[in-house]
Each structure stands twice: as structure tokens, then as C-alpha cells.
T-cell receptor, first 107, second 111 residues
Framework: KNEVEQSPQNLTAQEGEFITINCSYS?????LHWLQQHPGGGIVSLFM???GKKKHGRLIATINIQEKHSSLHITASHPRDSAVYIC?????????FGQGTRLTINP | DAGVIQSPRHEVTEMGQEVTLRCKPI?????LFWYRQTMMRGLELLIY????????DSGMPEDRFSAKMPNASFSTLKIQPSEPRDSAVYFC?????????FGPGTRLLVL
């Protein structure tokens, strides 16, 4: 079993829908990151969380340390949100990655 | 700032050849990470440096892989000899505080 599990692996939705991507981890961590990888391959860091919730524009990330679970939400989704979203947990100074969730938003 | 710079962006080589990947981190960042991404295994940490010193190379697959950081503005990842199973996208990232900034990656194909 991977230390970091994401669900779903693939998600297709219509423009405007509310999107939720989940991440569960099995080890103690100091922080959790959400990354976005565009179709062209570039990786961008979206959030770093150690507790609670963070919001940036239409993106919201939450974490429950007790349950070892985090969610990434996208409100009013748009085709430009289509990308692979990767959850990564920080242990010491290393990041351990989930397999990613491929999100496709159709117009 | 131009961000993290990697070169080359693409590399095609034959099995057995030496491959050198290069990375220039963002100025002022004191941590540098090398990652490999494949379809089968996703993103994996290979090695990371703090203040130019290798801290953890437990992710380096085998002795064919080596990484150096001779100064704060330059790092290399070398594969010698290369094998087809090394084909992947190799990312370099540098870190300031908690955020890692990724380079565009080098797409390596070993025939």
C-alpha cells in the first residue's frame, strides 16, 4: 500500500461543477502539499498545509491531521483547471507523492 | 527571476551512453531536489541538497546515478551508463521556506 493514496485517479466533469479530490496518508507528516501539473508537464505548487484550511481564488484545501486526510476543492470549475493534481506529504525534508488525479473539465 | 532552469529540455540517447542533466536553482534558495517521474511510479525523490551538501540520496536507483552541487547556483545529475529503464522526466526543484519551485523538467529517452 502506498504511503499516500489519492482518489479518484481520474475525474471528468462539466464546466461549472464543484470538484473534490481526496488524499489519505498513513504516516506522520509535518506538512502536506498540493501540486498541479499542466498538460505541458510543468509543476506548480498550489498549497502547503499543516492544519485547517487555505483558500486561493477558486481553490480550497483542507486537512484533518487526526484522520490523516486532505481534500482539494475547486469551485466553478473551468476547462483551464484540467491538469493532474498531486498530493505530497512532507516527512523530514522529503516529499512523498501520491499518484495524482487527472482532472478533465469539459466546456 | 527566471525560475528554476533545467537543460537540456529533451534528450535522446542510446543505451550505454553517459547522460548529464543540469539545473540552476532560483537565486537565494538553499535547498535543491532532483525528482524522477514515470508513468508507472509517478514522482520520486532521487536526492536533495541543503546548502550544496547532499543530505539524502536514498532515492538514487543505483551506482549508475550520481549528483553534484559544486556551488549554490548549479547542480548536475549524471547517469553512466544509461539504460532504457532510465527513460523518464527528471525534475529539479529549489525551495524557499516551505514552497518548492519546480523546473520545467528534462524528458529523457534512452533507446
Amino acid at each position: 500500500k502506498n504511503e499516500v493514496e489519492q482518489s479518484p485517479q481520474n475525474l471528468t466533469a462539466q464546466e461549472g461543477e464543484f470538484i473534490t479530490i481526496n488524499c489519505s496518508y498513513s504516516v506522520g507528516i509535518s506538512a502536506l502539499h498540493w501540486l498541479q501539473q499542466h498538460p505541458g508537464g510543468g509543476i506548480v505548487s498550489l498549497f502547503m498545509l499543516s492544519s485547517g484550511k487555505k483558500k486561493h481564488g477558486r481553490l480550497i484545501a483542507t486537512i484533518n491531521i487526526q484522520e490523516k486526510h486532505s481534500s482539494l476543492h475547486i469551485t466553478a470549475s473551468h476547462p483551464r483547471d484540467s491538469a493532474v493534481y498531486i498530493c505530497a506529504v512532507r516527512r523530514a525534508q522529503k516529499l512523498v507523492f501520491g499518484q495524482g488525479t487527472r482532472l478533465t473539465i469539459n466546456p | 527571476d527566471a525560475g528554476v532552469i533545467q537543460s537540456p529540455r529533451h534528450e535522446v540517447t542510446e543505451m550505454g551512453q553517459e547522460v548529464t542533466l543540469r539545473c540552476k536553482p532560483i537565486s537565494g534558495h538553499n535547498s535543491l531536489f532532483w525528482y524522477r517521474q514515470t508513468m508507472m511510479r509517478g514522482l520520486e525523490l532521487l536526492i536533495y541538497f541543503n546548502n550544496n551538501v547532499p543530505i539524502d540520496d536514498s532515492g538514487m536507483p543505483e551506482d549508475r546515478f550520481s549528483a553534484k552541487m559544486p556551488n549554490a547556483s548549479f547542480s548536475t545529475l549524471k547517469i553512466q551508463p544509461s539504460e532504457p529503464r532510465d527513460s523518464a522526466v527528471y525534475f529539479c526543484a529549489s525551495r524557499l521556506e516551505e514552497t518548492q519551485y519546480f523546473g520545467p523538467g528534462t524528458r529523457l529517452l534512452v533507446l
